[in-house]
């Protein structure tokens, strides 16, 4: 592929990834602002409890296959024919045993309301087994615009749906069904978009042959996802579902705002680093380049959402929901690092590689599970700390395999991450001085933003930063085209 037609297409699917991230976080913001008015911390706990079962089940039934047919060049009607019954057949059968476990789960968070909510929120991945395939075709295809209006539609309607029944008086069901609802939209526009359709032949050879990539990308992502739940799962264990609901209040908040760029950068990724996987040279600039940009976004981003989390907390949801908000600070360190955590497994992935994801996600979810574990009763802060410094630090461990797979240096990386951070402080700094005085907790957020949204892009064009005029030009080619 040309350069000029790699590039664009990037720039495209980053694009279309950074609207409807963007479109999403806001339609995100506005129903968990409605629903966190309308529930307590208790009914959110129930809830988040339960995020680590559906998270492992949902790993279980992908089984690795979107990213294994993305990786293929040319994967074949019979490659996701295979995927679309293996999927099915898997998420039906995991259906089945969580059901049925569903009582041994309320027991061991104590709460028997857990039972009924359990059977219900678990329909989710049953149902979405039926659009992997689809979703695997629009992902290897780069078609991002269709996924993004596939995203932002099942946003509003499931958001819709959870606050209607928060407000009829339901509850936490109201957000069990928001997830149910989400599930199903998304499987039917998949089916609306995706060319693809399923034939009924029964034929599983290209699973046997995907195996042995897929099942190491399996392996990583159900580690990645208990790694995710650690706080929820012990919180809800030893302490209970007021803090549980308190922490998952921050989570969610520095997971939305995370997310934002990490679909920007998880869209394109993949697909592109495999495109140039045999230019090595080509490859690492196209990673730096990734990571330049994810690091111009996340740090400012995430760093500012730390800087107004009291006013933020206090103004949305309330001083029922106060205690989260220092968590959320701490949290947005970690938040900027996430994308630059799925930029290196990409790389990792396509290397052919997965063993290395596999092996390297084992063992930091591991050390993190024994640290939690191990420091529980020291209180929910002292385990917060400890959960960011072991995944901030655990970057150096992926890089140094980035560096053994593709010579990737460490101090280029640095040069390409280390501006953005201190930019990104000295804006938060800068605004700090501007707004001390300020002490209205609405305008003192607004000043906040403002300042900060006026002080980074200055300081970033005195500096001469290029991925910032690189970003205007590309903004106004598009506006006159």
Not at 449 to 456: K, S
Request: net charge positive; charged share 10%.
């Amino acid at each position: 592929m040309a350069e000029s037609s790699l590039k664009d297409k990037t720039a495209k699917g980053l694009l279309w990834g950074g609207m409807s991230n963007g479109m999403m976080q806001v339609l995100n913001a506005v129903f968990g602002i409605c629903l966190l008015n309308l529930l307590t911390p208790s009914d959110y706990g129930m809830v988040q409890v339960l995020n680590v079962f559906s998270s492992i089940a949902a790993c279980l039934q992908e089984s690795g296959f979107i990213a294994t047919l993305a990786n293929k060049k040319n994967p074949t009607h019979e490659d996701y024919n295979a995927v679309f019954w293996f999927n099915i057949l898997c998420g039906s059968a995991i259906y089945v045993i969580l059901f049925f476990s569903a009582p041994l789960i309320a027991a061991f968070y104590k709460e028997p309301q857990l039972v009924a909510l359990s059977r219900f929120a678990f329909l989710s991945f049953l149902i979405s087994s039926f659009g992997i395939a689809q979703r695997a075709y629009l992902f290897g295809h780069l078609m991002v615009k269709q996924s993004s209006i596939i995203s932002v539609t099942s946003l509003l309607l499931s958001g819709i749906s959870g606050v209607a029944m928060a407000y009829a008086g339901f509850a936490f069901w109201g957000l069990a069904a928001q997830s149910v609802v989400f599930v199903t939209v998304i499987v039917v526009m998949n089916w609306y978009y995706s060319p693809w359709r399923p034939t009924f032949t029964w034929n599983f050879r290209p699973i046997r042959e995907m195996f042995g990539f897929s099942s190491k990308l399996l392996i990583t992502s159900l580690f990645s996802q208990i790694n995710r739940n650690v706080l929820s799962t012990l919180l809800g264990r030893y302490y209970d579902t007021h803090i549980t609901g308190q922490y998952g209040n921050a989570s969610k908040w520095n997971e939305m705002s995370s997310s934002m760029i990490n679909g920007m950068i998880s869209g394109v990724a993949q697909p592109v680093l495999t495109q140039v996987k045999d230019d090595r040279d080509r490859y690492c600039q196209v990673f730096r380049k990734m990571i330049r940009f994810t690091s111009f976004i996340s740090f400012p981003a995430m760093f500012g959402l730390g800087f107004i989390a009291h006013e933020f907390i206090y103004l949305t949801v309330g001083e029922a929901w106060l205690e989260s908000a220092d968590l959320l600070r701490m949290l947005c360190i970690y938040g900027a690092t996430i994308p630059m955590y799925t930029l290196y497994y990409n790389l990792v992935v396509t290397q052919g590689k997965s063993n290395i994801n596999m092996m390297n996600t084992i063992v930091s979810c591991v050390l993190i599970w024994v640290a939690m574990i191990a420091l529980h009763s020291f209180g929910l802060h002292v385990m917060v700390v400890a959960f960011i410094t072991i995944n901030v630090g655990w970057l150096l461990v992926w890089h140094y395999f980035a560096w053994k797979l593709v010579r990737l240096s460490l101090w280029d990386i640095m040069k390409d991450v280390t501006p953005f951070i201190l930019f990104s402080l000295l804006a938060i700094l800068l605004s700090w001085f501007t707004t001390r005085n300020i002490t209205q907790p609405l305008w003192l957020m607004l000043a906040k933003i403002v300042t900060t949204a006026v002080y980074y892009p200055v300081i970033l064009w005195i500096c001469r930063a290029q991925v910032l005029r690189e970003s205007i030009q590309y903004l106004l080619k598009k506006k006159k085209s």
